[in-house]
């Protein structure tokens, strides 16, 4: 399986201004929320119940610009 069979253009996100990793999680959960008309606390909760168990590649070596 490659990346574009589940990933478009429209789903990239560039240049994304967020302050840290909880902001960067909850934008990520607003996008996927509203892709998939769900609430967008539920998303929250759950990206960061699976960031909990390991890194996700975000942060600690990630680049987050402000």
């Known amino acids: 399986m490659k990346i574009e069979d589940f990933l ?10 967020v302050s840290d990793k909880a902001g960067l999680l909850r ?3 607003a996008r996927a929320a509203s ?5 967008v606390d539920a998303v929250a909760n759950e ?3 699976r960031d909990e168990l390991g890194s996700t590649g975000i942060g600690g070596g990630g680049r987050i610009c402000t």
Do not use: G, N, Q, T
């Open 47 to 49: 990206i960061e119940k």
């Open 8 to 17: 478009s253009a429209s789903d990239v996100a560039i240049d994304v201004r």
């Open 35 to 39: 892709a998939l008309d769900l609430a």
């Open 27 to 29: 934008e990520l959960a």
